[in-house]
């Protein structure tokens, strides 16, 4: 090889959750990581909300400073009659994502890897078991794309691409003081949000307010804003940054996997078709990524992704919830839906993935928290 050319054991493709975690594992087990990533810095133009959901909380920890805790959904129905949600021991964290990311790519570097920013992968010739890479001065053993839901690296290699889609629209406010802190604020609404749903999530820092929608329609942010203005008086607050993305909703991209390279997160398709979530995923499959490829390069370990097949998701379930949520069902069974239990169990199997099914009224959680508050926890009335 030329001496010019800098030779890495793996190279990442993309500075995402999944491709940061990868890094900084990879890195951590003695191998030499560089990560590709055409952005100026980590952080720069968001796409995502960045709510986490406890069992991702508990793949990382994040500096408390950049999330804030929230322990509630308030589920609304199209009519804007809501139910309260809560299971004891369960919490959602907002995030302050852009330095959660920056965070992360700290946490990488520090654990050895190396992030070349403004770098565009453009595609990597295979020579004697070395990928070399195009239009840059850098080989590597191996690559995983960690690089989002249209990945390069997967159009490069004849992998599997992602091809199903919701299609999110957000802004974020300073100051939105009608947005009750306690509360997920989450909308059922066919006519507004139809295959998925609108929301406002009060964060550390701002407010974000947003919807999405399923494959084949297009986000009216103005109007999701214009129908939830009385709620939350987003006209009392200043706008700060607006942001857009496409969320994969068809599953597990196939194939994921090649010799020498692998796929891993929205690349992947390793996100929830029926919620939308992946941090959780990538976060954890970002993590297992790493090991089993240094398991491989290292301990001459079986090939990565038949190590990892077994920790990969199908979303059989997900995928049929998915199929009923396309169909955005009228608003008006919406709101009968939402008046009896079996929807609010179904709710609180959603957003609480299980924990405590039997549920827990907010009611009793305020009463808890006026005899002993939670350290750090607001205790305002609703609407506060």
């Not at 939402?338 to 609010?344: F, H, I, T």
Request: with cysteine; glycine share 10%.
């Amino acid at each position: 090889m030329p001496q010019s050319v800098r030779p890495y054991d793996l190279v990442i493709v993309g500075a995402s959750f999944a491709g940061l975690v990868a890094a900084r594992t990879a890195a951590m087990r003695g191998l030499d990581v560089a990560v590709l990533e055409a952005k100026p810095e980590a952080g720069h133009r968001v796409a995502t909300t960045g709510i986490l959901v406890k069992e991702a909380a508990e793949e990382i920890d994040i500096p408390h400073t950049l999330t804030r805790r929230v322990h509630g959904v308030r589920l609304y129905a199209p009519s804007r009659r809501h139910i309260d949600l809560f299971a004891p021991g369960y919490f959602f964290l907002t995030t302050d994502t852009a330095n959660v990311l920056r965070w992360l790519a700290a946490e990488a570097m520090r654990a050895g890897a190396k992030i070349l920013y403004r770098a565009r992968f453009e595609g990597a010739d295979r020579v004697d078991g070395v990928f070399r890479f195009r239009g840059l001065n850098i080989a590597a053993r191996y690559i995983l794309g960690a690089d989002g839901a249209r990945s390069a690296v997967a159009r490069a290699f004849g992998l599997g691409t992602n091809r199903k889609f919701l299609t999110g629209l957000e802004v974020e406010f300073e100051g939105l003081a009608g947005a009750d802190p306690r509360f997920l604020h989450c909308f059922l609404d066919s006519k507004l949000a139809p295959g998925y749903l609108g929301w406002v999530a009060p964060g550390p820092v701002v407010s974000q307010a947003g919807l999405a929608v399923g494959p084949g329609r297009r986000p009216d942010l103005k109007a999701f804003l214009a129908a939830t203005e009385s709620i939350f008086g987003y006209s009392n607050a200043r706008p700060v940054e607006r942001r857009s993305g496409r969320i994969p909703a068809g599953g597990l991209v196939h194939p994921w996997s090649a010799e020498g390279v692998m796929l891993v997160g929205d690349a992947a398709g390793q996100v929830s078709p029926a919620t939308g979530g992946g941090i959780k995923l990538a976060f954890e499959l970002g993590r297992r990524a790493a090991q089993v490829i240094s398991d491989h390069l290292q301990d001459l370990g079986p090939p990565p992704a038949r190590a990892m097949a077994a920790d990969v998701p199908a979303f059989g379930a997900k995928k049929l919830m998915r199929f009923g949520l396309d169909l955005a069902p009228p608003n008006w069974t919406i709101d009968a839906a939402l008046a009896v239990p079996p929807m609010r169990w179904l709710a609180q199997q959603v957003y609480f993935h299980r924990r405590n099914p039997g549920g827990v009224s907010f009611a009793e959680f305020e009463a808890k928290l006026r005899s002993e508050p939670l350290a750090g926890y607001p205790t305002a009335s609703p609407g506060a």
